[in-house]
């Protein structure tokens, strides 16, 4: 009899922003694949085992993980975030798509979380009430060109935009020239938010308009969202600036 | 001495799928305003009190909150889903932005929260594994000529494509003028999801390619995700078929 493949996120931060579906999931899983980092955000037992992998090896986890479950073991597959959103929820459909017929057979169980954009926009006030998108942008899974175009396409097109993966010591140039990019596009006064791990005690918020942003505020922990051309600074007296980003758009068709 | 203004979601379900975070702010209030049936999720005290407003009063029920907080009392306001797409959030900002500068000195905490496509996307696999982007289709907030322009950007750039408020009673045409414009662009066999009232009883879930997708299958409840060229189908024997997008694309530059 195989075992449950529970793909979970813990959310931005511990277990104050995980789901009680996800954390019962964690509950019944006995194995638990994941990036360190997102398996020391739960509170295991001694009996549930953790076996972590390097961040960036996910389709070999995936496989590893499903091997399990196709043996009979409940197993967890633990992103950081929503499992979702450029993460290992993903990674596992790739692996049962090229891998033995027995994996799709398996009992899947994909648990959502609130992925790291929704995180940030809430510490910030509203930057993603209006249309919005979701850009990763690490060019270890596609090619440059195919970004850059994206980027242009969805500033041209109004929306706000959240990217993911904006820097790492291999990708250090990449959120400077996608800067560039959208500033090519946008009113140079288009807020800007570096949203740093959100939710937990190492969180920091910081906002800028476009021509000042820095690629340098952002870490592997940012998330960056740029604001359309409508969004709004709100300052606050004695507490930190709201951004936001209003439902309405006039317009002479209505 | 001004109370604080929760803004809450409950995600697309109930209590299952809020965050302690979220319950927590819920606890400490002690008047909800809201949309009675999301006003109906939450398990309130009798000592907590409901003010139930229709769905289309969104600005006036943040100002009538943001009163309530002014005068002294701890005030929550709840969406569904996360507070910050397409909801409250945004609401109570604008009328933070417009109103008297009292309300910009207030206590003001939003809770993220689990967003209808991230439940739908858990449910049927992981459509939204790669570059994505949500888009009210509700033509009541912005003019359809900026609507349609967005849905073809958004697809010529390949993002997979989620679809907020896709149909009401007073807005029967919009999906199906949407499904027009995407066919346009994308190929025949792009599986759509209609994915209506993900972790709740009613739940329903369908897969069609968009050369099929007829707008009649969605309601009000229903979130359409919209895959890009890349996204796949794996049938599975005896379960429903997962839909994904993969991490990768190949390329020539990489």
């Given at each position: 009899?195989?075992?449950?493949?529970?793909?979970?996120?813990?959310g931005?931060?511990?277990?104050?922003?995980?789901?009680p579906e996800?954390?019962?999931?964690?509950?019944?899983?006995?194995?638990?694949?994941?990036?360190?980092?997102y398996?020391?955000?739960l509170?295991?037992?001694?009996?549930?085992?953790?076996?972590a992998?390097?961040?960036r090896?996910?389709?070999?986890?995936?496989?590893?993980?499903?091997?399990?479950a196709?043996?009979g073991?409940?197993?967890?597959?633990?992103?950081?975030?929503?499992?979702?959103?450029?993460?290992?929820?993903?990674?596992?459909c790739?692996?049962i798509?090229?891998?033995?017929?027995?994996?799709?057979a398996?009992?899947?169980v994909?648990t959502?979380?609130?992925?790291?954009?929704?995180?940030?926009?809430?510490?910030?006030g509203?930057?993603?009430?209006?249309?919005?998108?979701?850009?990763s942008?690490?060019?270890?899974l596609?090619?440059?060109d195919?970004?850059?175009?994206?980027l242009?396409?969805v500033?041209?097109?109004?929306l706000?935009?959240?990217l993911?993966?904006?820097?790492?010591?291999?990708?250090p140039?990449?959120?400077?020239a996608?800067?560039?990019?959208?500033?090519?596009v946008l009113?140079p006064?288009?807020?800007?938010?570096f949203g740093?791990a959100?939710?937990?005690?190492?969180?920091?918020?910081q906002?800028?308009?476009?021509?000042?942003?820095d690629a340098?505020?952002?870490d592997?922990a940012?998330?960056?969202?740029?604001?359309?051309?409508l969004?709004?600074v709100?300052?606050?007296p004695g507490?930190?600036?709201?951004?936001?980003?209003?439902?309405?758009?006039?317009?002479?068709s209505?």
């Amino acid at each position: 009899m195989s075992g449950t493949l529970y793909v979970v996120g813990t959310g931005p931060g511990g277990a104050q922003q995980m789901t009680p579906e996800a954390l019962q999931a964690v509950s019944r899983a006995t194995e638990f694949f994941g990036y360190g980092p997102y398996l020391d955000r739960l509170d295991l037992r001694p009996d549930q085992r953790r076996i972590a992998s390097d961040n960036r090896e996910e389709l070999d986890r995936a496989q590893a993980a499903l091997t399990r479950a196709a043996a009979g073991v409940d197993v967890c597959v633990v992103s950081g975030g929503d499992p979702g959103v450029f993460a290992m929820a993903a990674a596992v459909c790739e692996a049962i798509d090229a891998g033995p017929s027995e994996w799709r057979a398996l009992d899947l169980v994909v648990t959502p979380g609130v992925t790291a954009m929704l995180a940030v926009a809430a510490r910030i006030g509203a930057p993603l009430g209006h249309d919005f998108c979701a850009i990763s942008l690490s060019d270890n899974l596609k090619p440059w060109d195919v970004i850059t175009r994206r980027l242009r396409l969805v500033a041209e097109a109004g929306l706000v935009i959240a990217l993911y993966n904006p820097i790492s010591k291999a990708r250090p140039w990449q959120l400077g020239a996608a800067f560039d990019i959208l500033r090519s596009v946008l009113p140079p006064s288009t807020p800007v938010i570096f949203g740093r791990a959100a939710g937990r005690p190492d969180e920091r918020m910081q906002v800028m308009s476009l021509i000042e942003a820095d690629a340098g505020r952002a870490d592997m922990a940012t998330c960056v969202i740029i604001g359309s051309a409508l969004t709004r600074v709100i300052e606050r007296p004695g507490r930190p600036d709201l951004v936001y980003t209003p439902r309405f758009i006039a317009g002479e068709s209505k």
